[in-house]
């Protein structure tokens, strides 16, 4: 054991000499979208030793010639506040950041002022930081980027030859100098009462002087020269009314520039560290940007921070993570509540918030980079998107899609497309192949030059069936839209189509792959396909619109807030679900001081989801990242349009793990009906604070059972066997958790272990450590990180009586990435105190799932996840044994012969490289 740890400090030592940052992660996943040709996102979840980070990378090539990089500010002038969202969609980018600092206008909510400079399309629309601290981005008039200090000098020169210096350009000030206005700041000036002097100039002259009036309309071609003359009277000392007026615009260095748009203090320039000119000090949610060697490549990065699920950056981690993508200059951007990244998403073009921001603040600007990329119909790839499972006997349709040079969808014909399958008996009819046998299925499409390819697994046969129906009140003669999944002996799962399932029902008629109803009104579905059967247990009519919406698959709605100033967000986010790729994102801020009751609402798109008239509940999953007493609600809107409300819970949320709640919906409300609003509720304005909640799977149910999402899993399993001979093979001896105590009772409990540990058993792992115990020198104990391999089998133990692998020391979780990624043998069993499902940290998790995957079940070896609970169990779920040990406890002598005549131990046998496993009796 001490050697082991010794050669992990030395991996991670040298690791961590080669490059600071990359040597404290123990776990990273990137996902990667193309949004178009030279322009990608990419999305990095890290463990560190610091915790998690979720990073966000927005890569931009400009040498490609469709790509354009553009300042983001509002259309209604330099001084409004706006989400980076709503920036992006005025100025039509495909992704966008935040950028400058900025500082908020006292009094008038909404406006503030840059910090920094902004130019667009070669016009100065604020002037830079007067302090020579704040960097800036600027692109010169040959498109190279660059990352410097710059300072603009504006002069403003009188007739008689004087001339003074104007200390800001379209920024709000204190006036002890002069600050200019022009369209570009709003449509009026600020007025000029209490002692505020405005001169006004358009085309070169000054058209009006003005004290104690309303703001004016500045000049289309002018501008306004707004000042205290108790400060700086030089304007009135100088000018008349008639005056010809000239101004110089200069900046330094002295280049012509196309954009720009100011910052922070520079991270790194020249591909060196530079000196920090502006502290933000502390860990913190970060925006920075970086531009390699060249000034072609630009890389816009947010880090977000402040929650368990991403703990932020100092500026110095900003700066490695910034040489760590290659960036030769980089410049820290206004980070933790502004810190904002949208991206469209290929699947269906829309810009979202692909970050997770601490709050939906409104920013002065943001640099985004737009695609001019026009469809070119040559083609460039084929893809093929068929489903990645199905069963022998079934088939599976080939859907594909295409994309042209531009990587801009394009139409095809399928037919024309040349379909090859690889791998797998079967035999093409049209799209569609039938297999006719198990295995790994490769297919390939080719058209013209162009090819494009696929991996399907072929499952053996069902062992059971799920049927779903999402029909509305079913009409005679009408579609009903069925599904059928089945499910193998290993837990895996594929879609059968109708048309191999008989609908055991005279009810429905098949017209291919369509059932289609032969009465109105709603009735339970039962179905048959090789001897099994199933049925939807329930009215067949479910939701009466697309399931994805539902199952919060895709965007649905927009966050508000009640009253007013509550703040939040609203998304559909992969990081968290209960079933399929996502679930609906709610942040909330209830911290204000007011003694209002809050609510953070999803206002659903189209006016609501519809509800059928004969729904008499509903029902939701929901996870919130901490307990809190606020009430989860539902607003329905009545067919006379008036709003009737309906709650999950008023007992508040007790757990921070996924839990199903239910809603009546009375009969006396008017249909039909819509759910217009699901949301949590601050009903007791004196808990205050924020938080997050998840949704998933929200369920209509009707005058019986509401039927919930959680799928059942099979719990027989070939492998565990009953007959095998322990005398024979390599013997694993895994004992649960024994409860135990002083008593003698106990120690009896201890002796019957220790003997059982000792017959025909070559590796025992103990649950539990007490120190009589450990005199069995054979054994090994879950609460010491053990990794061995026999006979074929990886046996790791790990700590998890915490609920984590990080907890309570980070580097158990590098060692068990390391060994998982190294694994060298067919069967792997994974011994913890408490199992994934009892996990604290859902990110952690989806890590540790995410390796298994990755490194074990997809590679074809046998994974065992063995846990201690409350009694013995089995749940095959994707081709992973989930095994329960039952706790035994000794307690008294009243408890004692019940508790040891049923404890259990498991064992593993294997012989003629075959692996089996049974619960054993512990007398």
């Excluded at 008639?242 to 520039?257: F, W």
């Amino acid at each position: 054991m001490k050697k082991r740890i010794i050669s992990i400090f030395i991996i991670v030592f040298l690791i961590a000499g080669q490059m600071v940052f990359a040597g404290n992660v123990a776990y990273e996943k990137t996902d990667e979208n193309i949004i178009a040709k030279g322009l990608v996102h990419k999305h990095i979840v890290r463990l560190t030793d610091k915790g998690w980070q979720n990073i966000n990378v927005i890569t931009a090539d400009l040498n490609e010639p469709t790509l354009q990089m553009k300042l983001l500010r509002s259309p209604d002038g330099v001084s409004n506040l706006e989400t980076v969202l709503q920036h992006a969609k005025n100025s039509d980018v495909d992704a966008a950041v935040n950028a400058d600092f900025f500082a908020w206008r006292t009094g008038q909510a909404g406006h503030g002022s840059s910090i920094g400079m902004m130019v667009e399309n070669g016009e100065l629309l604020t002037s830079s930081d007067t302090t020579d601290n704040m960097a800036s981005l600027v692109q010169d008039e040959f498109g190279k980027l660059i990352i410097e200090y710059v300072r603009t000098s504006i002069t403003v020169t009188a007739p008689n030859g004087s001339s003074t210096q104007i200390k800001h350009l379209n920024k709000y000030d204190s006036l002890d100098g002069i600050v200019m206005y022009t369209r570009d700041f709003q449509n009026t000036s600020l007025g000029s009462k209490n002692n505020i002097v405005e001169m006004v100039v358009e085309n070169d002259r000054v058209t009006e002087i003005r004290r104690d009036m309303e703001p004016v309309l500045i000049p289309e071609n002018g501008y306004v020269l707004t000042f205290l003359p108790e400060f700086n009277s030089f304007l009135l000392d100088n000018f008349q009314v008639g005056d010809a007026v000239k101004t110089d615009v200069s900046l330094s260095p002295n280049r012509t520039l196309q954009t720009a748009v100011g910052g922070g203090t520079m991270l790194i320039t020249g591909g060196i560290a530079a000196k920090n000119t502006h502290n933000v000090s502390g860990v913190h949610p970060r925006t920075a940007v970086g531009i390699d060697q060249t000034g072609k490549i630009l890389m816009l990065v947010t880090v977000d921070g402040r929650t368990q699920r991403s703990v932020g950056m100092t500026l110095q981690e900003l700066r490695d993570f910034m040489f760590e993508l290659g960036a030769y200059d980089a410049m820290n951007f206004d980070g933790g509540g502004s810190t904002q990244m949208v991206a469209k998403e290929n699947s269906d073009g829309s810009l979202k918030v692909v970050n997770e921001p601490t709050e939906n603040r409104a920013v002065i600007n943001g640099i985004g980079v737009k695609s001019n990329a026009q469809p070119t119909n040559i083609l460039s790839k084929l893809i093929l998107e068929p489903e990645k499972t199905v069963f022998q006997g079934t088939s599976v349709n080939v859907a594909m899609r295409a994309e042209d040079t531009n990587l801009k969808p394009m139409d095809i014909d399928a037919q024309q497309v040349t379909l090859s399958a690889f791998g797998v008996q079967g035999n093409f009819q049209g799209q569609e192949y039938y297999p006719q046998e198990t295995g790994k299925l490769k297919i390939t499409g080719s058209l013209g030059d162009v090819q494009g390819s696929c991996e399907i697994e072929v499952l053996d046969k069902p062992e059971k069936l799920l049927v779903e129906c999402y029909t509305d009140n079913p009409v005679k003669g009408e579609p009903l839209n069925v599904w059928v999944k089945g499910i193998d002996a290993n837990g895996r799962s594929a879609m059968i189509p109708n048309r191999f399932v008989t609908f055991e029902s005279d009810k429905i008629r098949l017209e291919g792959d369509k059932a289609v109803s032969l009465v109105n009104g709603s009735f339970e579905i039962k179905v048959s396909y090789q001897g099994i059967t199933g049925s939807t247990h329930s009215e067949t009519a479910s939701v009466p619109v697309d399931p994805d919406i539902l199952n919060f698959e895709k965007a649905n709605g927009t966050f508000t807030g009640y009253p007013s100033y509550v703040t939040g967000s609203y998304t559909v986010s992969k990081e968290e679900k209960k079933e399929g790729n996502s679930a609906g994102k709610l942040t909330y801020d209830f911290s204000s001081e007011a003694a209002d009751k809050k609510g953070a609402y999803i206002l659903f798109d189209n006016g609501g989801i519809p509800l059928p008239d004969s729904a008499a509940k509903l029902g939701v999953w929901a996870k919130s990242d901490q307990k809190v007493p606020h009430w989860l609600g539902c607003e329905i809107q009545d067919g006379n349009g008036e709003i009737q409300r309906t709650y999950f819970t008023t007992q508040g949320i007790s757990s921070t793990d996924w839990q199903y709640y239910e809603a009546p919906v009375s009969s006396d409300i008017a249909r039909p009906m819509k759910i217009r609003k699901l949301y949590i509720l601050q009903y007791d304005p004196s808990q205050k604070g924020s938080g997050t909640v998840y949704f998933d799977n929200l369920s209509i149910g009707y005058s019986g059972t509401l039927q919930k999402s959680d799928e059942p899993y099979l719990n027989k399993d070939a492998l565990h066997n009953k007959d095998f001979d322990p005398a024979q093979g390599f013997n694993i001896t895994v004992f649960g958790e024994l409860q135990t105590g002083k008593q003698m009772i106990n120690r009896i409990l201890e002796n019957k272990v220790v003997g059982k540990s000792g017959i025909y058993s070559d590796i025992n792992v103990m649950m539990t450590s007490t120190d009589y115990l450990r005199t069995n020198a054979r054994s090994h104990y879950t609460e010491n990180y053990f990794k061995t391999e026999n006979e074929n089998v990886t046996t790791i133990t790990v700590d998890t009586q915490s609920g984590s692998i990080k907890s309570p020391t980070y580097a158990q979780f590098e060692w068990f990435a390391s060994d998982i990624e190294n694994i060298h043998t067919d069967y792997v069993i994974l011994i913890m105190n408490k199992g994934l499902d009892q996990f604290t940290d859902a990110l952690e998790k989806a890590a540790v799932e995410d390796l298994l995957e990755k490194h074990i079940t997809r590679q074809g070896k046998k994974l065992f996840i063995v846990s201690s609970g409350e009694k013995d169990s089995v749940r095959v779920q994707d081709g992973v044994r989930y095994l329960t040990i039952g706790r035994i406890s000794g307690g008294n002598i009243f408890s004692f012969a019940n508790s040891i005549a049923g404890g259990t131990y498991l064992k593993f046998n294997i012989k003629d490289n075959v692996l089996s496993y049974e619960f054993c009796k512990l007398i």
